[in-house]
């Protein structure tokens, strides 16, 4: 099943599927983003049984909303093995919307060659949605329509470069202020900066591991 087949037998319904959002969706997909296997919690929220995921790309889920630019930053990452912490918006077998924030481990055979990926996809706050992302998709898909993904790419680029900060950081950050000034993580403290290390500590939290 392709992207092109699996939107054409799909409505798009701008509502978003009501589910558990403190649940964790996992999944594992081979080195080509096929599908190997997708916990109860994906099952739910997609809406495909185990049998139609299993497979399949895992792009059976990427909603017509979401840029290219950012699935091509994201596999440019996973696939030299480095984590990388985007903000999805999936598409639902009803034609219906979920917002998740993904997070990788990645398995390596005994040649050091990626063998597969394990997934965890958790909700993100509406507010870091509707005020951040959702008008940053809707330009750079607007960008793709009009120009390509090169000058999609080359806008976020720029975009992350006023604001001196890489997606994953700006990620971040957009999540930390939104949970610090829910008093989600009071303990935190400002000195929780942009590094690497701190990032891993950040988002260790945000997925329990």
């Given amino acids: 099943m392709n992207q092109e087949n699996h939107l054409q037998n799909r ?13 964790v969706i996992m999944s594992k997909t081979n080195a080509y983003g096929i599908i190997e296997y997708a916990n109860e919690v994906f099952v739910d929220v997609c809406g495909y049984e185990d ?3 299993m497979g399949q790309p895992h792009n059976i889920i990427r909603h017509p909303d979401m840029p290219k630019v950012i699935f091509k930053v994201l596999w440019e990452n996973i696939k030299n093995g480095k984590n990388f ?18 997070d990788f481990e990645i398995a ?5 060659v990626i063998v597969n990926y394990f997934a965890r996809r958790q909700a993100v706050p ?14 750079l898909l607007q960008i793709e329509a009009a120009s390509g993904i090169e000058f999609s790419e080359k806008y976020l680029i720029g ?31 400002e000195e929780e900066d942009a590094d690497e290390e701190e990032h891993r500590g950040f988002f260790s939290r945000l997925f329990g591991r």
């Fill in 51 to 53: 049998y139609e995921l």
């Fill in 126 to 139: 509406q507010e870091v949605i509707a005020m951040h992302i959702e008008p940053l998709y809707k330009k």
């Fill in 85 to 102: 912490h985007a903000i999805v918006k999936n598409l639902a077998k009803s034609g219906r919307y979920y917002w998740v924030i993904t």
């Fill in 159 to 189: 975009f992350l470069e006023e604001k001196k900060r890489t997606y994953v950081e700006y990620i971040k950050e957009l999540i930390f202020e939104h949970e610090k000034s829910q008093s989600k993580f009071a303990t935190y403290t």
């Fill in 108 to 112: 390596r055979d005994e040649n050091d």
């Fill in 11 to 23: 409505v798009i319904i701008d509502k978003e599927v009501s589910w558990d959002k403190t649940q």
